[in-house]
């Protein structure tokens, strides 16, 4: 069950995920809005929803309906990386 970062994170780019991820699966680039979790390197650890100030983050399971989009997203980013 990855966990998938959503809408809210749009624009934030706050980096306490980046920082407490032990797997380093948190990935952006400069031009991105927002972070991106690998679903095959996310460990489900869940410390990144933890700490995410803007609450963008969520299991798969989880996901608020108007951003379960995000799911293909995050996929799409990654696949690309």
């Known amino acids: 069950m990855p966990y998938v970062i959503t809408e809210p994170c749009i624009g934030?780019?706050?980096?306490?995920?980046?920082e407490v991820c032990p797997v380093d699966c948190i990935l952006s680039t400069d031009e991105a809005e927002m972070y991106y979790i690998?679903?095959?390197?996310c460990i489900d650890c869940?410390?990144?929803?933890?700490?995410?100030?803007?609450?963008?983050?969520?299991?798969?399971f989880t996901i608020p309906s108007k951003w379960r989009?995000?799911?293909r997203k995050n996929r799409?980013?990654?696949?690309?990386k």
């Open 12 to 18: 934030v780019k706050d980096a306490s995920c980046l």
């Open 46 to 60: 869940s410390y990144c929803e933890a700490v995410c100030p803007v609450n963008a983050i969520f299991d798969e």
């Open 69 to 71: 989009e995000y799911i």
């Open 38 to 41: 690998d679903p095959v390197t």
């Open 76 to 80: 799409e980013f990654c696949d690309g």
